[in-house]
């Protein structure tokens, strides 16, 4: 992984985002991490606000929890629960 020292860091942070591809880049201060510039590659704006909202992420993971625990519907169930045809062959690929 690529670091570079805060204090060491005196190119423009365009420069550094711009050498940012395969691996993130830390930023450390007295050699601790303090921040990290990554590629998105295809991400969106949406993906990353609703993964950096702390309240949407918690929503998440009890959602998750509770599929484990509890189970869940199938997309069949929820289909004929909600009144819809059943998926077609193209819809499940």
């Known amino acids: 992984m690529k670091a570079v020292e805060i204090s060491k860091a005196t190119a423009p942070l365009a420069d550094y985002a711009r050498g940012v591809t395969g691996e993130p880049l830390v930023i450390t201060e007295n050699g601790k991490p ?5 590629a998105l590659g295809d ?3 949406e ?3 609703l993964s950096t909202d702390a ?12 599929q484990q625990t509890e189970g869940g519907l199938s997309e069949a ?4 629960q909600l009144g819809l045809p059943a998926a077609s062959s193209d819809e499940r690929e």
Not at 55 to 66: D, G, K, L, N
């Open 34 to 38: 303090i921040a990290i510039l990554e």
């Open 43 to 45: 991400t969106d704006w």
């Open 47 to 49: 993906t990353i606000s």
């Open 55 to 66: 309240e949407f992420m918690a929503i998440v993971e009890r959602s998750r929890v509770r």
């Open 77 to 80: 169930e929820v289909r004929r």
